[in-house]
């Protein structure tokens, strides 16, 4: 979680979006705190994000100390460069049963 991240008018209305969802849930929605962690549990089980960045250099020890959660709160998954035949093989494995048309098919 970020401190202040959301301004009050911003918190007023992700509960008026959220309302419905949190009554259903039995979460007390006169109770401004517990609209929040409703809130904030909801994002944690939906949202999943990617973020690309490479490992070389100050840049990249900068970010993370500046924002220590890209850790603590990460899954962290280094990858090298893979082989071209590997990435024809996942490309066919995946896409092989899909109608594309002949021009996209002759750039996998």
Known sequence: ??????SQEDLTA???QIFKA?????????VMSEMYKFFIS???????????????????RRR???FPALVT???LDSFSAWPKAALRSVAHR?????D???????GI
């Open 1 to 6: 979680e970020f401190p202040n991240l959301f």
């Open 14 to 16: 992700v509960n008026e």
């Open 22 to 30: 949190a009554q259903g849930a039995g979460i007390n929605t006169g």
């Open 42 to 60: 909801r994002c944690r089980a939906n949202l999943h994000l990617v973020i690309c960045l490479s490992p070389i250099g100050e840049a990249f």
């Open 64 to 66: 993370l100390r500046m």
């Open 73 to 75: 709160c990460c899954t």
């Open 94 to 98: 995946f896409l092989g049963s899909e």
């Open 100 to 106: 594309l048309n002949d021009e996209v098919k002759s």
